[in-house]
Nanobody, 120 residues
Framework: EVQFVESGGGLVQAGGSLRLSCAASGFTIDDSAIGWFRQAPGKEREGVSCISTSDGSTNYADSVKGRFTISSDNAKNTVYLQMNSLEPEDTAVYYC?????????????WGQGTQVTVSS
């Protein structure tokens, strides 16, 4: 069974940093696209970042460019999201999921999410 477990969330002050982890099981992340998404209360889920583990190419939402960095450790079957200069608007539950491509294909196997709360 394909599963993700997200971790690393917490409460941080504005300007602080967190590193989220997305540990995959039931498949290897090699040659796949792993995306980070987030959903704030009362808002729709939005894409944050995605990485193609085959070539390391990445993309980011405009709202996080320059502040967040996605990376993968294929040996650990884990994808990370380093979040710096956090803002209260980054408060949300963060999820990861898998697809065949970072664009144009649906994502699936959603994890349970990890809560990120940024205080002002």
């Amino acid at each position: 069974e394909v599963q993700f477990v997200e971790s690393g969330g917490g409460l941080v002050q504005a300007g602080g940093s967190l590193r989220l982890s997305c540990a995959a099981s039931g498949f290897t992340i090699d040659d796949s696209a792993i995306g980070w998404f987030r959903q704030a209360p009362g808002k729709e889920r939005e894409g944050v970042s995605c990485i193609s583990t085959s070539d390391g190419s990445t993309n980011y939402a405009d709202s996080v460019k320059g502040r967040f960095t996605i990376s993968s450790d294929n040996a650990k079957n884990t994808v990370y999201l380093q979040m710096n200069s956090l803002e209260p608007e980054d408060t949300a539950v963060y999820y990861c999921a898998v697809s065949v491509s970072c664009s144009g294909s649906p994502f699936g196997a959603w994890g349970q999410g990890t809560q990120v709360t940024v205080s002002s």
